[in-house]
């Protein structure tokens, strides 16, 4: 247990569906990340939160949309996906940004 | 940030020592060194880092070169569950993310 949870751990979803992947920490941190993790590809930043802002965008497409309600729970939105788009997305606290970071266990997407 | 050379794959024998090579050659004054490692369908934990001096905690150690360079990370003895991929990361002090290559992928055999 890394004290960052993920939900849901699978998710199989049609390119037309829309769904939501959730991310909560339990320690207390002020930064939150998210990363995709495609086969055989090193791990992808996607988003930076601080505070509750989003502080980079490693140019994702649009159809992937980030929310960080407060500093304990992080959103990945999910619309009209591509196959190409099934990954492993993964979740990522630290207290500030450029700590050590905590990972949790991750959602496995499948875009069919 | 400084980029890193991994092997892409090693092995050990269970109960021996393990050395995770990185090289770093373009390492400015100010990156620390990081690893990382990530077990089969888990996300990538911290394992340790350091700047200058060589590092140890209940999980590994690091070597670093005087020249900081190229630097090690060391299993003292390897176990079944140590099997993961390795990640070298240099950071430096300002907020930047964690920046992932491919790793070493190190196999542990009973």
């Known amino acids: 247990e890394t004290g960052v949870t993920q939900t849901p751990r699978h998710l199989v979803m049609g390119m037309t569906n829309k769904k939501s992947l959730k991310c909560e920490q339990h320690?207390?941190?002020?930064?939150m990340y998210w990363y995709k993790q495609s086969a055989k590809k090193p791990l992808e930043l996607m988003f930076v939160?601080?505070?509750?802002?989003?502080?980079e965008n490693n140019s994702v497409p649009s159809r992937f949309s980030p929310e960080c309600p407060n500093s304990s729970h992080l959103f990945l939105h999910l619309h009209t996906l591509q196959p190409e788009d099934s990954a492993l997305y993964l979740c990522?606290?630290?207290?500030?940004?450029?700590?050590?970071?905590?990972f949790g266990p991750g959602t496995r997407l499948t875009v069919t | 940030d400084a980029k890193t050379t991994q092997p892409n794959s090693m092995e050990s024998n269970e109960e021996e020592p393990v050395h995770l090579p990185c090289n770093h050659s373009t390492i400015s004054g100010t990156d620390y060194i990081h690893w990382y490692r990530q077990l089969p369908s888990q996300g990538p934990e911290y394992v340790i880092h350091?700047?200058?001096s060589n590092v140890n905690n209940r999980m590994a150690s690091l070597a670093i070169a005087e020249d900081r360079k190229s630097s090690t990370l060391i299993l003292h003895r390897a176990t079944l569950r140590d099997a993961a991929v390795y990640y070298c990361?240099?950071?430096?002090?300002?907020?930047?993310?964690?920046?992932f290559g491919k790793g070493t992928r190190l196999s542990v055999i009973a």
């Open positions: 939160y601080s505070l509750e802002e989003r502080v």
């Open positions: 350091g700047l200058t």
């Open positions: 320690l207390g941190h002020n930064a």
């Open positions: 990361i240099l950071r430096d002090l300002g907020n930047t993310p964690l920046v």
């Open positions: 990522a606290s630290s207290s500030v940004p450029g700590l050590r970071q905590y």
